[in-house]
């Protein structure tokens, strides 16, 4: 599919791009928006997005009471369809699943996303009590083994806008938060080829992650781990799960 740049404008449809736009407004600082503040966040007059609101509830995306909005569950078949639909996560299920079979623990696939990681795909750790990332979930990128790892595979000028335009917010006292130490950081996990990352989300999680590549050498997401620190402090890591981790990237590299 061309780049946005290449298509021709006169073939869009504006009103699907506001439509869209009001969907992406909801968040967890704004869970319920009136269509005053929906038009101030949007750009749109308060009527313009009061109707995009009123569609929304009409065709049971959203609902109202008359004065706020809100999404309702059914939003998530948006989302839904991509993962049932794209090619890379089935590509990629059957070797999580051999990954997650063989060391145990649970494995995941993941994309860039502008400045948050999304989860596309996962494998539960045959253990009953696995943990990570479900597929759909968001992160930030400054926090998780992948937005490193994905981010070491980006050219100077391009990290470089990326790191201007995000908020490093802190999650936890280990969190990266300075940005010389967050282009450290980027620039270890593209000579070790694989990214450690150790308390940046939660207190007593750690993470790995490498970067998947397509045959053509682009990169497409990134193979990730997370475990509890406990069990697998970092030299327990390095020397139990990446090893299976780089191979699993090796092979799929043959086939994206």
Request: net charge neutral.
């Amino acid at each position: 599919m061309p780049a946005s740049k290449d298509i021709d404008r006169s073939l869009l449809i504006e009103g699907l791009g506001k439509g869209l736009r009001i969907i992406e407004l909801f968040s967890d600082d704004h869970p319920r928006l009136t269509a005053t503040e929906a038009g101030v966040l949007s750009g749109l007059t308060r009527t313009a997005a009061r109707r995009y609101l009123v569609s929304l509830v009409h065709y049971g995306y959203a609902d109202t009471d008359g004065k706020h909005y809100w999404l309702l569950p059914s939003i998530l078949r948006l989302g839904q369809s991509y993962l049932e639909a794209a090619r890379l996560p089935r590509l990629v299920r059957p070797f999580l699943q051999r990954l997650s079979m063989q060391t145990g623990e649970t494995a995941n696939l993941s994309v860039l996303d502008g400045h948050e990681i999304v989860y596309l795909e996962r494998s539960n750790s045959p253990r009953v009590v696995s943990i990570g990332f479900h597929p759909g979930a968001r992160t930030p990128a400054h926090v998780v083994s992948p937005g490193f790892a994905i981010l070491a595979t980006l050219d100077r000028p391009k990290l470089d806008a990326w790191i201007a335009a995000h908020d490093f917010s802190r999650f936890t006292a280990d969190t990266i938060t300075e940005l010389a130490a967050f282009r450290d950081k980027v620039s270890a996990a593209r000579q070790l080829g694989y990214s450690y990352v150790n308390q940046y989300i939660d207190v007593g999680l750690g993470g790995i992650a490498a970067a998947l590549f397509d045959r053509h050498g682009h990169c497409v997401g990134a193979v990730s781990m997370t475990f509890q620190l406990q069990r697998y402090p970092e030299e327990a890591a390095l020397t139990q799960l990446l090893p299976a981790l780089q191979d699993v990237v090796k092979v799929l590299r043959e086939v994206i």
